[in-house]
């Protein structure tokens, strides 16, 4: 898939290019680990989405990856922040209302890379 808003190269590892997606999620909205695979071209690699968002700690420019939650709006990712409750505070510092680790309104804050952005 050629993505020019993307402009990321073909010969770019898995991990880049899951950050520079990543960097576009407009503040206050999300995505999901599914979402940034098919956007990239790996529709069945959900789960690596999460590896590397996983390492993507001390990057540069920052990756925001608070924004990716699971397919039901689920902070499940949340274990890999340091300190409790981060990701759920990062979020609702950009206006995200959380409840029980599940994003209220997804439907309404869900962010398609797809749709967004090709």
């Known amino acids: 898939m050629e993505n020019k808003t993307l402009s990321i190269p073909k010969n770019n590892d898995f991990f880049e290019q899951v950050y520079a997606l990543v960097r576009l999620i407009p503040n206050g909205r999300v995505t999901t680990y599914g979402s940034i695979a098919r956007c990239i071209g790996s529709p069945q690699s959900s789960r690596m989405v999460g590896w590397a968002l996983n390492a993507c700690h001390g990057k540069e420019p920052i990756v925001p990856a608070h924004r990716v939650v699971n397919r ?15 990701m759920q505070q990062l979020l609702e510092s950009e ?8 994003i209220i309104d997804f439907d309404r804050l869900y962010w398609d890379p797809y749709k967004e952005l090709i």
């Not at 206006?95 to 599940?102: A, L, N, S, T, W």
């Open 95 to 102: 206006g995200v209302i959380i409840k029980d680790d599940k």
């Open 72 to 86: 039901l709006g689920l902070l499940s990712g949340k274990v890999h922040f340091q300190g409790v409750n981060v």
